[in-house]
């Protein structure tokens, strides 16, 4: 308010709202008050807290002008030129390790995107992956975002980049918009998300690492991501992938209720991704449906990578499938056709389905099933197709 900012709802406060970032001493905090304050691009830095108060709402405009000029971002896997987000932290720069540290967006407030409207306007003009999200951090590092209602983002919510230590939590995030994502730590270490909800118009959560032949050969992997006490009420899945050319690994997920998302918990990839998925454990959490999924058919443009993907080396434990419907493929497992890039290495231990459940596995090796049991105590039935060493 001292730098000029109306809570109207109406006045464009991006003006003023960046010089009382640019003026915040090392250490210090940008405190949004009770009001709407509408504002397009904003630039946070090093050092500092974006902190918005109960009652006080940072809204995005609906603008599109009011979000040039285009930056260097990454979008569905590729590096390229969008427009930029309502919050931005940091620039992409693959060869850098980090320029932006000791951030945090926090508060009992909210942040509300421009939604589609803005997302709408931007297709028209610059195609889908054109737009920018609604918080975006690239190459940071020592990042938290904690406490907020995050919602209406014109695509992607939360996207971080390049980036280590993030921390995600106490978040309510809710989107409808076209490609609508919660969060998505891509190319991205040492990131913990708890305590959060969903409600989103695609994945609640995409952990990713680039896109087929630029995200095998920049090389750098997602890692030590780990998800504990969220609630996936509504959206596509958790899911990592599709875009994990460069490696996913050591995902841990724990104490999660996944709701009627349309696939679950699902890892997915093509078969022109290069890269893997290994080191996955998903314990104690309540769920619909798993999916281990190899041919979506979307976002699959552009040049393969020079071999095949591979998922393995995963533990499912003591989870709860009871509440899916009756008679459904509840696991469908997949890997490649190739034997040498089978799904392989996974045990599922302790699941409780639905009665007359099935399991599906296709071009999967290794893989191990103890104490998997129907609601009514019997086994589910075994769908198994060239596949080697299964044991159930």
Same mark, same amino acid.
Request: with cysteine; hydrophobic share 35%; charged share 20%.
């Given at each position: 308010?001292?730098?000029?900012?109306?809570?109207? =709802?109406?006045? $464009?406060?991006?003006?003023?709202?960046?010089?009382?970032?640019?003026?915040?001493?090392?250490?210090?905090?940008?405190?949004?008050?009770?009001?709407?304050?509408?504002? =397009?691009?904003?630039?946070?830095?090093? @050092?500092?807290?974006?902190?918005?108060?109960?009652? +006080?709402?940072?809204? +995005?405009?609906?603008?599109?002008?009011?979000? &040039?000029?285009?930056?260097?971002?990454?979008?569905?896997?590729?590096?390229?030129?969008?427009?930029?987000?309502?919050?931005?932290?940091?620039?992409?720069? %693959?060869?850098? $390790?980090?320029?932006?540290?000791?951030?945090?967006?926090?508060?009992?407030?909210?942040?509300?995107?421009?939604?589609?409207?803005?997302?709408?306007?931007?297709?028209?003009?610059?195609?889908?992956?054109?737009?920018? %999200?609604?918080?975006?951090?690239?190459?940071?590092?020592?990042?938290?975002?904690? =406490?907020?209602?995050?919602?209406? #983002?014109?695509?992607?919510?939360?996207?971080?980049?390049? #980036?280590?230590?993030?921390?995600?939590?106490?978040?309510?995030?809710?989107?409808?918009?076209?490609?609508?994502?919660?969060?998505?730590?891509?190319?991205?270490?040492?990131?913990?998300?708890?305590?959060?909800?969903? #409600?989103?118009?695609?994945?609640?959560?995409?952990?990713?690492?680039?896109?087929?032949?630029?995200? &095998?050969?920049?090389?750098?992997?997602?890692?030590?991501?780990?998800?504990?006490?969220?609630?996936?009420?509504?959206?596509?899945?958790?899911?990592? +992938?599709?875009?994990?050319?460069? +490696?996913?690994?050591?995902?841990?997920?724990?104490?999660?209720?996944?709701?009627?998302?349309?696939?679950?918990?699902?890892?997915?990839?093509?078969?022109? %991704?290069?890269? &893997?998925?290994?080191?996955?454990?998903?314990? @104690?959490?309540?769920?619909?449906?798993?999916?281990?999924?190899?041919?979506?058919?979307?976002?699959?443009?552009?040049?393969?990578?020079?071999?095949?993907?591979?998922?393995?080396?995963?533990?499912?434990?003591?989870?709860?499938? *009871?509440?899916?419907?009756?008679?459904?493929?509840?696991?469908?497992?997949?890997?490649?056709?190739?034997?040498?890039?089978?799904?392989?290495?996974?045990?599922?231990?302790?699941?409780?389905?639905?009665?007359?459940?099935?399991? %599906?596995?296709?071009? =999967?090796?290794?893989? *191990?099933?103890?104490?998997?049991?129907?609601?009514?105590? $019997?086994?589910?039935?075994?769908?198994?197709?060239? #596949?080697?060493?299964?044991?159930?």
């Amino acid at each position: 308010m001292d730098f000029g900012a109306k809570g109207d =709802g109406v006045t $464009k406060n991006t003006l003023a709202i960046q010089k009382a970032i640019n003026a915040c001493t090392k250490g210090g905090t940008v405190y949004i008050p009770a009001g709407v304050f509408m504002s =397009g691009a904003l630039y946070l830095k090093s @050092d500092m807290t974006l902190y918005i108060a109960e009652g +006080g709402t940072l809204k +995005g405009s609906t603008d599109m002008q009011d979000y &040039y000029p285009l930056i260097l971002n990454r979008f569905e896997g590729w590096e390229m030129k969008t427009l930029a987000s309502l919050l931005n932290a940091g620039t992409l720069d %693959r060869n850098e $390790k980090y320029n932006v540290k000791n951030l945090s967006i926090e508060g009992k407030g909210t942040v509300y995107g421009g939604g589609s409207k803005l997302g709408d306007a931007i297709v028209k003009v610059l195609g889908l992956r054109g737009r920018g %999200r609604l918080i975006c951090i690239m190459n940071g590092q020592n990042i938290n975002i904690q =406490g907020l209602n995050i919602e209406n #983002s014109p695509c992607w919510t939360i996207h971080y980049i390049y #980036s280590n230590q993030v921390t995600l939590h106490d978040l309510n995030i809710v989107s409808t918009a076209h490609n609508g994502d919660g969060i998505d730590p891509d190319s991205s270490t040492d990131s913990y998300i708890f305590n959060c909800t969903f #409600s989103t118009g695609d994945d609640c959560i995409a952990i990713k690492s680039g896109k087929n032949p630029e995200g &095998y050969t920049i090389g750098k992997p997602t890692r030590n991501i780990r998800i504990t006490d969220c609630d996936f009420t509504k959206g596509h899945s958790l899911a990592i +992938g599709s875009e994990m050319s460069g +490696g996913v690994s050591d995902v841990f997920i724990q104490d999660c209720k996944i709701g009627n998302l349309l696939h679950g918990l699902q890892i997915k990839a093509t078969k022109d %991704r290069g890269g &893997y998925v290994r080191n996955v454990i998903v314990r @104690d959490c309540e769920l619909l449906k798993i999916t281990l999924y190899t041919a979506v058919n979307y976002n699959n443009d552009g040049e393969a990578a020079p071999v095949l993907p591979q998922f393995s080396d995963m533990e499912f434990s003591n989870l709860n499938l *009871t509440a899916a419907k009756p008679n459904q493929t509840v696991l469908d497992i997949n890997g490649f056709p190739d034997e040498k890039h089978y799904t392989r290495n996974i045990i599922f231990e302790n699941l409780n389905l639905p009665e007359q459940s099935t399991i %599906r596995i296709k071009n =999967g090796e290794a893989l *191990t099933f103890k104490n998997v049991q129907c609601a009514d105590g $019997k086994k589910p039935e075994y769908q198994i197709i060239d #596949s080697k060493n299964i044991v159930n």
